[in-house]
């Protein structure tokens, strides 16, 4: 990377993640604010770097990325000695972040968003099921993530961090969310959130302490969150 890339961002969005990676990396990196009040991120030259009109999108030398799995996938592949836990096969750390993006995620959109989804009528039979669904998933994620068991930052931990602190954050429900069922994940989150990265992170979107195992909601020097 010659150019440092432009992070475009709302706090306590996406791009959390993203900058979570970016500062683990110590790589230097400017911001652009989305103002979500605004609906920023339908504005036509934010739309013109990510046609689907969500944060974040990542400007590099290689043009815009969008998709939170797909930057840091970027990043670790550019990255001196990439960015994945240490001893995992290429094969299972794509498999895994794809369940992180195309399983853990997605559930979570639809427990932000479930208008997008479903019928007005229908939101509240969504929100059962997705609530039910979501202690599934980080059911399965404790039982079969053995790299939860490594603290040593990686894609990973960007990812499943800020995703983690959402769950308990956002959504119709925020009671719901138990992190003290997960032991395995609790350890992880704990070792994430002590890390530079994470300290770094919270001063610049006023994430406030212990960011990923008992979050409370942001209080950003700009901008909005969720
Ligand atoms: N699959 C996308 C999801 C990103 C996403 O959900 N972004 C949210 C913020 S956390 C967003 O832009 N929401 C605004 C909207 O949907 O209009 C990714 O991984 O980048």
């Known amino acids: 990377m010659s150019k440092p890339p ?12 993203v900058r979570l ?8 990196f400017d911001t652009k604010l989305v103002d979500r009040t605004t609906q920023g991120q339908r504005d036509l030259s934010y739309l013109a770097l990510n046609p689907n009109g969500i944060i974040p999108t990542l400007v590099t030398d290689d043009g815009p990325i969008y998709e939170t799995a797909a930057i840091l996938l970027w990043l670790s592949d550019h990255a001196k000695g990439g960015f994945l836990p240490p001893d995992m096969s290429r094969g299972a750390a794509l498999s895994w972040m794809f369940w992180l993006s195309n399983t853990l995620h997605v559930a979570l959109r639809m427990w932000f968003y479930p208008d997008k989804y479903i019928s007005p009528d229908a ?10 669904r979501l202690a599934d998933l980080f059911g399965h994620l404790e039982v ?4 939860l068991d490594s603290p ?22 925020q009671e719901w969310f138990d992190l003290s069922q997960y ?3 609790t350890r992880y989150l704990q070792a994430a959130e002590t890390r530079a990265s994470a300290h770094q992170a919270s001063r610049a979107e ?13 209080n950003p020097p700009e901008g909005s969150a969720i």
């Open 6 to 17: 432009t992070l475009y961002y709302a706090p306590d969005n996406a791009s959390l993640c």
């Open 21 to 28: 990676a970016l500062l683990e990396l110590d790589l230097p």
């Open 123 to 132: 939101v509240l039979a969504l929100n059962d099921a997705t609530r039910s």
């Open 144 to 147: 079969h993530a053995a790299w």
């Open 152 to 173: 040593a930052p990686s894609v990973f931990s960007c990812y499943l961090g800020p995703m983690a602190r959402w769950a308990g954050l956002y959504g119709p429900d």
């Open 183 to 185: 032991p395995r994940l």
């Open 206 to 218: 006023g994430l406030g302490g212990t960011i990923f195992t008992n979050p409370s909601k942001p």
